[in-house]
């Protein structure tokens, strides 16, 4: 599986931007991806991920009610939608595929950077005044 992300940009305080993850060499509805952040002297840090074979998003708490994740199977893409951005929010975003375990992961599975089997490059996110 091979991972390519981008969308990022620079966008003011309470903008939108939309993060893609293309996926190629598997169908993306076949394996769960999640998408983690990094900022400058942070650690990575898990916003968002959606499961395969049947209902499944899970969100970090901070960003609930402002990031949706969604995919788009004909597109073979995840989508990251970031909605009332706030200066906290600038990072290196990464999208990574859970894609060789033997059954579909669990919530908290999916929450670990640990537990992702593929990384795509990371799309910078700056949100600046």
């Known amino acids: 599986v091979q991972l390519q992300a981008s969308g990022g940009g620079l966008v003011q305080p309470g903008g939108s931007l939309r993060l893609s993850c293309e996926a190629s060499?598997?169908?993306?509805?076949?394996?769960?991806t999640g998408w983690f952040r990094q900022a400058p002297g942070k650690e990575r840090e898990f916003v968002a991920a959606v499961n395969y074979g049947g209902p499944g998003t899970y969100y970090a708490d901070f960003v609930k009610g402002r990031f949706t994740i969604s995919r788009d199977n004909a597109k073979n893409t995840v989508y990251l939608q970031m909605n009332s951005l706030k200066p906290e929010d600038t990072a290196d975003y990464y999208c990574a595929a859970y894609a060789g375990g033997p059954s579909r992961p669990i919530a908290s599975t999916l929450w670990r950077g640990s537990s992702y089997h593929y990384w795509g490059q990371g799309t910078l996110v700056t949100v600046s005044s």
């Open positions: 060499g598997r169908a993306v509805g076949t394996f769960a």
